[in-house]
C-alpha cells in the first residue's frame, strides 16, 4: 500500500544532541513537508520541499535542517540550536498537479529532550 | 492574510447526540477547506474536502460539511456521535497563491457513553 513513513515513533535524546527523523515516501508525490504539533497550538510549518534538491523555510525554521536527494525521502534534523525540541513531529506529502493543498500524513515522531 | 478560526478548542456530547464543530475562515476568494482527524499519537486523516461544485460535501464515517460563502464557514457535523469518534479535529484552509494549508488549532471531540 502506498503512504508515508515515519521512524523512529519514539525518541528520546539529551540536551546538546542532533538528532535525525525519517520521512519516506511510496506515493510519487513531488511535495514534502515537515510539521511541528505542540498542546494547543495546531500545525507549524517547519520546512517543505515542492522537488528534490530544492526546499524552502516554512513559520518555524530556526534550530531545524532538511535535505531532499530523493523524491522519496526528506529526513529532518532537529539541532543543539533547537530551544525546545520536545514535541511531535509530522511528516507529509501532496501532489502539485492538481494542487489543491491536500496532505497525506505520517504517523508521526514523537521527540522527547530528557 | 488568511486564517482559520475553530470555535471551541473542546466539544463533549453524548453518544448518539449531533457533533458540530465549527471553522470560519477569512479569505477574499473562496478557497479550498479541509477537515482533518487525528487519533492520538497518529498522523492526520483527511475527513472531507471541499474544492469546487457541491457545498455540502460527504465525508469518512458519517461526517458532512457545508461550505458557505456568505458565512464564510465551513462547519462540520455529524447526525449521531459514536465512541470512536472521539479524537482531535482540524480545520485547514489552502493558501490562494501557493496552496499552502492553513491550520486551525483544533478541536477535541469527547463522546460520552
Known amino acids: 500500500d502506498g503512504g508515508i513513513t515515519q521512524s523512529p515513533k519514539y525518541l528520546f535524546r539529551k540536551e546538546g544532541q542532533n538528532v535525525t527523523l525519517s520521512c519516506e515516501q511510496n506515493?510519487?508525490?513531488?511535495?514534502m513537508y515537515w510539521y511541528r504539533q505542540d498542546p494547543g497550538q495546531g500545525l507549524r510549518l517547519i520546512y517543505y520541499s515542492q522537488i528534490v534538491n530544492d526546499f524552502q523555510k516554512g513559520d518555524i525554521a530556526e534550530g531545524y535542517s532538511v535535505s531532499r536527494e530523493k523524491k522519496e525521502s526528506f529526513p529532518l534534523t532537529v539541532t543543539s540550536a533547537q530551544k525546545n525540541p520536545t514535541a511531535f513531529y509530522l511528516c507529509?506529502?501532496?501532489?502539485?498537479?492538481?494542487?489543491?493543498?491536500?496532505?497525506?500524513f505520517g504517523e508521526g515522531s514523537r521527540l522527547t529532550v530528557l | 492574510a488568511q486564517s482559520v478560526t475553530q470555535l471551541g478548542s473542546h466539544v463533549s456530547v453524548s453518544e448518539g447526540a449531533l457533533v458540530l464543530l465549527r471553522c470560519n475562515y477569512s479569505?477574499?476568494?473562496?478557497?479550498?477547506l479541509f477537515w482533518y482527524v487525528q487519533y492520538p499519537n497518529q498522523g492526520l486523516q483527511l475527513l472531507l474536502k471541499?474544492?469546487?461544485?457541491a457545498t455540502l460535501v460527504k465525508g469518512i464515517n458519517g461526517f458532512e460539511a457545508e461550505f458557505k460563502k456568505s458565512e464564510t464557514s465551513f462547519h462540520l457535523t455529524k447526525p449521531s456521535a459514536h465512541m470512536s469518534d472521539a479524537a482531535e479535529y482540524f480545520c485547514?484552509?489552502?493558501?490562494?497563491?501557493?496552496?499552502?494549508?492553513?491550520w486551525g488549532l483544533g478541536t477535541s471531540l469527547a463522546v460520552n457513553p
Open positions: 506515493l510519487n508525490h513531488d511535495a
Open positions: 507529509a506529502s501532496s501532489t502539485t498537479a492538481p494542487n489543491t493543498g491536500e496532505l497525506f
Open positions: 479569505s477574499s476568494v473562496p478557497p479550498y
Open positions: 471541499y474544492t469546487t461544485g
Open positions: 485547514a484552509v489552502s493558501r490562494i497563491n501557493n496552496r499552502k494549508l492553513i
